[in-house]
């Protein structure tokens, strides 16, 4: 007997579960306006970040690779939606 987690359609429902938890993230993003400062500074970060996660892509770290490339995923998500301040 499969466990719960290894049906197929499980798998389905969780990747369109996780696909509409992120739109409905980028959407509470749009409400938001950062400095153009700070977005340039995320897009780099997020720029580092994924050359430093391909750089241990095949070591023992798995589990926290992919916990970092979630965060990445969505602190660049939150300033690609997000609009940005005018400057003074």
Not at 7 to 29: E, G, N, R, S
Request: with cysteine.
């Amino acid at each position: 007997m499969q466990s719960l987690l290894q049906m197929p359609i499980i798998q389905l429902l969780l990747v369109v579960l996780a696909v509409y938890v992120f739109l409905k993230f980028a959407t509470m993003c749009k409400q938001f306006s950062l400095s153009p400062g700070f977005k340039k500074g995320t897009y780099i970060v997020t720029a580092v970040a994924l050359l430093i996660l391909n750089w241990f892509a095949k070591s023992e770290l798995q589990l926290w690779m992919v916990i970092i490339g979630l965060a990445v995923v969505l602190a660049f998500t939150a300033a690609l939606m997000s609009g940005t301040k005018a400057e003074a």
